[in-house]
């Protein structure tokens, strides 16, 4: 069985038409695994947190020093990179458990 976790990732797209993407984001980007040639069923069970949304919003033009602008579900902007950091999402989430406990 294959646990891995994910946050959804919106991505708004100004340049194409305010274009949204909805995708995922997890600890790598790409998975890969290897599997011997006996086994007969492979489970994937992501765990999604859908209350911990990132935000990117693509600048509104391509001049020079416009940048991506990332909105984490604390609130936090962080500008340039169009990755969420991983790290930084299980830490709000489990942030948010302990204050909900």
Known sequence: MINEEFYPYK???HLIGNLVELSFTGRVYF??????????RVLFRPIIHTDEMVILT???????????????????????NP???FDRLQKIRHERQQTSN
């Not at 998975?31 to 007969?40: A, F, G």
């Not at 693509?58 to 020093?65: N, V, Y």
């Open 11 to 13: 991505r708004i797209n």
């Open 58 to 80: 693509d600048p509104l033009t391509l001049k020079h020093g416009e940048k991506v602008k990332l909105v984490y579900p604390d609130g936090y902007v962080e500008y340039g």
């Open 31 to 40: 998975y890969t695994y290897r599997l011997d040639n006996n086994i007969e």
């Open 83 to 85: 990755f969420p950091d």
